[in-house]
């Protein structure tokens, strides 16, 4: 039973939450490509009819495809919060916003670059406020009438020394290359190009001239967890000195495709200090494990989708809502971005 995912916040719905990240909806416009403005309407547009994400797989962006499309389970998913707000509403167990404050403050007492890492991902404060209220829901109705006692704090922690401990990290950056480019960036390597320097010209890697070539630039900030990467890019990093250039390793999943990694610095693994706040932490989940033993918010939730009034008005959205309907009413669907109350918490608490 691990409870590191109380060290970590969002959802789906928290990562689609750039629809409406800040102000920047209400100015109709989201970017500028030479004097020509990208507007709102046009990226909700376009996010009605994606199918495709491009996602982080061992640590390497794939581009996969989505059920539905992304502004159709980002509507799904904020469907479930509001019901999940609902239902605590209705069990009085609804976070206040002091709640939601002092959380946010609990988890930055943690991990302090929490709210600046979910910001540098594009999250507005609004945002992060959003989904902590609503993980707060989740967690107070599985948890309603369960204690916790200090002496059960102590002993999990005690009993599970490994959760506690901060991963080995590398700050690294990389090329990606094919079998007909990898002589090419070879050669200008041997040259005396700056790794920085190829991987912008030469990587096959579609973020690399926004970021240098930096390896999980906007996930890993302060540099990418070990334990994140697939066993193959784990070993080659782990045997390469700082200062030093891996060999090319095959990319998994990608046939022909290959990464060499300029390592920069790295970090050993250390134990985490165990504060007021990260025990806190620890208890409240506690709390919700034992509650997920006897109670399953699901069956409400979909009870809840069953019975609620749901008027879908977009036109690209409304006719699949009714499918799903009909789908939910005629079997057991799992209640769409709910297959688990604390499963959404996949970003850790620094925002990574």
């Known amino acids: 039973m691990k409870f590191k995912g109380f060290l970590f916040i969002a959802t789906a719905a928290m990562a689609l939450t750039l629809v409406g990240c800040g102000d920047k909806a209400a100015t109709g416009g989201f970017a500028n490509v030479n004097g020509a403005p990208i507007t709102n309407a046009e990226l909700l547009e376009y996010l009605e009819a994606k199918q495709t994400v491009r996602a982080s797989i061992q640590g390497q962006p794939v581009n996969v495809q989505v059920q539905d499309t992304l502004a159709f389970q980002a509507m799904q998913d904020l469907v479930v919060r509001k019901l999940v707000l609902q239902m605590a509403k209705k069990e009085g167990v609804a976070p206040t916003p002091d709640d939601v404050e002092n959380h946010i403050k609990l988890l930055g007492d943690v991990s302090p670059g929490y709210v600046k890492n979910l910001q540098a991902r594009g999250l507005s404060m609004k945002g992060i406020k959003d989904q902590v209220e609503v993980d707060l829901a989740q967690q107070n109705l599985i948890s309603k009438g369960i204690t916790i006692t200090d002496e059960e704090v102590d002993k999990y922690i005690k009993d599970n020394k490994a959760e506690f401990e901060d991963p080995a990290k590398a700050d690294m950056y990389w090329i990606v290359a094919n079998n007909q480019s990898r002589p090419e960036v070879d050669k200008a390597l041997t040259e005396g190009t700056k790794f920085t320097d190829a991987a912008v010209k030469l990587s096959l890697d579609p973020e690399a001239k926004t970021t240098g070539g930096k390896f999980g630039a906007r996930q890993f900030p302060t540099g990418v967890p070990l334990t994140q990467l697939g066993p193959d890019f784990r070993a080659a990093v782990e045997k390469t000195a700082p200062g030093k250039v891996t060999e090319w390793v095959p990319i998994p999943n990608q046939q022909g495709m290959f990464a060499k990694f300029s390592i920069i610095r790295k970090t050993e693994a250390r134990p985490q200090e165990i504060t007021e706040s990260r025990k806190k932490l620890v208890k409240r989940g506690l709390a919700v494990a034992r509650g997920q033993q006897t109670k ?33 009413k005629k079997s057991d669907v799992t209640a769409p971005g709910s297959a688990s109350p604390v499963q959404g918490q996949q970003n850790k608490a620094t925002g990574q």
């Open 296 to 328: 399953d918010i699901n069956e409400k939730l979909q009870s809840m989708l069953k019975e609620a009034k749901i008027d879908v008005t977009d036109p690209a959205l409304k006719d699949l809502w009714k499918k799903f309907e009909e789908n939910l």
